[in-house]
């Protein structure tokens, strides 16, 4: 029986007009009933949330692992880019090949660009396709440059 039920058949065993139990020895043994289901959701619920919290914790030791081991490959990938110089390398477990990125424009601290550099979006930022395109095309914009990056592809 469970707990709806239990309160149900409690409440007809009150008489409606004098309010005194009908069958005092059932009601109380639905009483301890309904205490015995009432613990037992408490204890669920105790082990639910320990549950939950142990989850959490292996959750945030495995991000901290996950961060770490990527931050790992990325210094050993900055280190073979840095001993190879540029130069693809091919072997059985796999192949590392270097490719020249487009310049990405770099605006300098404090500059302030024409009205015709900066993009229409609600935050007014720097239309940063626009200018790469006019650096590229030979035009001058004062303090800002186009940089050229190397990306190392490891497969």
Do not use: H
Not at 37 to 66: G, M, P, Q, T, V
Not at 68 to 86: C, E, H
Not at 127 to 150: H, W, Y
């Amino acid at each position: 029986m469970n707990l709806y039920e239990i309160n149900a058949l409690m409440e007809s065993l009150v008489d409606e007009e004098t309010g005194e139990l009908v069958e005092f020895e059932l009601f109380q043994a639905l009483q301890m009933e309904r205490d015995v289901k009432i613990e037992n959701l408490l204890r669920w619920y105790k082990n639910e949330s320990a549950i939950a919290a142990a989850f959490k914790a292996e959750s945030d030791n495995l991000s901290k692992l996950a961060r770490a081991s990527a931050n790992k490959a990325a210094r050993l990938k900055d280190y073979i880019s840095q001993v190879l110089d540029g130069t693809p390398f091919v072997c059985p477990s796999g192949k590392i090949s270097f490719r020249n990125s487009p310049g990405a424009v770099v605006i300098g601290e404090g500059v302030e660009l024409d009205e015709k550099w900066i993009s229409t979006t609600i935050l007014r930022d720097p239309d940063k396709p626009a200018i790469r395109a006019a650096l590229k095309a030979g035009e001058v914009i004062p303090g800002v440059t186009l940089e050229s990056s190397v990306s190392t592809i490891i497969k």
